[in-house]
């Protein structure tokens, strides 16, 4: 079963190049295009999609408010932000509409592939240029207190840092010469010893602690 994607942007041409590549793959198909906020609403109740590539600066209405309205109306559809702009203020505001990703315009097309089927699984997606603006603003606005020793075992401190240095766990499994379900059990523990959340909080703990750096 297709993934059903709805690519929300006012230039017609880059919506073209963007529905010829990803009606290349044999999970993802295009089934409307939108050139402003009004017409992604119509073309929504109409197609019904899964996931929306969503431009933030459209005419008539821009894609921050048309996400905000989509949640209300559409709760099960996932939006992802591809915009140009990086600021802090634009992907918060996203975010905040109900926005499930945010890519810049400038990323692979094999990435924005990726991160239509993450999406679509259920899971939150961030440009790695994005990520590392989140990421400060948390690191100016709340502060970890320091790494005790005693709470992580030296090998759990290991998998520690190389999942905030965005190893994978098969990599890490590769790395360590240990099995990828002993990596998972790794970080289970750290994030219950650590009361860590997401990976977005084990990152910033990481930051903080000087186990990594940007």
């Not at 600066?57 to 140009?84: R, V, Y």
């Not at 890490?172 to 990828?180: N, R």
Request: proline share 3%; net charge negative; with cysteine.
């Amino acid at each position: 079963m297709s993934i059903k994607v709805l690519i929300a942007d006012d230039h017609k041409l880059l919506r073209e190049l963007l529905a010829d590549f990803l009606n290349g793959s044999t999970d993802i198909d295009v089934v409307a295009q939108a050139g402003n906020g009004h017409e992604v609403l119509e073309k929504v109740r109409i197609s019904r999609p899964d996931v929306i590539l969503m431009d933030i600066e459209m005419p008539h209405m821009n894609g921050i408010d048309t996400t905000a309205a989509l949640i209300k109306e559409f709760p099960d559809i996932k939006t992802i932000a591809l915009s140009m702009h990086d600021e802090k203020p634009y992907i918060k505001s996203m975010f905040e509409a109900g926005a499930w990703g945010y890519l810049l315009k400038n990323c692979a097309y094999e990435q924005l592939g990726g991160a239509i089927r993450q999406v679509y699984n259920g899971k939150k997606y961030l440009d790695t240029d994005v990520a590392g603006v989140i990421i400060q603003e948390y690191l100016e606005h709340f502060s970890w207190g320091p790494l005790k020793p005693s709470e992580l075992t030296e090998r759990e401190s290991e998998v520690l840092k190389l999942l905030a240095e965005g190893k994978s766990i098969r990599e890490i499994s590769e790395g360590l010469f240990i099995s990828c379900k002993t990596v998972g059990t790794h970080k289970q523990n750290i994030f219950e010893k650590l009361e860590f959340e997401n990976m977005v909080q084990l990152i910033k703990f990481a930051l903080k602690n000087g186990i990594v750096s940007l």
